[in-house]
């Protein structure tokens, strides 16, 4: 593996978070993380999301919120989104609560993190564990 410079990629993120607050993409609690190019075990910012993502943008998107919590899906308008791909996944961690557990929607621990990890790719790709690509670029 080649080392890349971590203070162009640290300055590249800082340079992203600034951008994302600037056009109001994310608000005080979003941010966007990116994987450490000499490390693949270091996230900066972030949990455990697949081996092949890199980034990963949380937001609290006003105009994207609805279709988190209603049954309408997702869908493209615009023609460069293309990347996103025809399904968006809903990630609802309440789907993931035990009866001992803090519920204040907070991806907190390994088995909340695994579970949004998971939505990225197929139940078939997760059970099988082959997929080195995520099957979705987008999870809501």
Same mark, same amino acid.
């Given at each position: 593996m080649v080392a890349v410079n971590l203070t162009e990629i640290l300055f590249t993120l800082i340079t992203a978070n600034h951008i994302l607050d600037y056009n109001k993409v994310v608000d005080g609690l979003g941010h966007i993380s990116v994987r450490n190019p000499n490390n693949n075990a270091t996230f900066f910012m972030t949990g455990n999301p697949p081996p092949a993502l890199v980034s990963i943008v949380h937001s609290h998107d006003l105009?994207?919120?609805? =279709? +988190?919590?209603?049954?309408?899906p997702f869908k493209l308008t615009y023609h460069i989104a293309g990347f996103v791909g025809e399904e968006v996944p809903v990630f609802d961690i309440a789907d993931y609560y035990?009866?001992?557990?803090?519920?204040?929607?907070?991806?907190?621990?390994?088995? =909340? +993190?695994?579970?949004?990890a998971d939505l990225f790719s197929t139940p078939t790709n997760n059970n099988t564990k082959n997929n080195i690509e995520p099957d979705y670029t987008l999870v809501l």
């Open positions: 105009e994207v919120i609805p =279709f +988190g919590i209603s049954d309408v035990l009866p001992n557990d803090t519920q204040n929607m907070l991806v907190s621990n390994t088995r =909340f +993190g695994d579970a949004l």
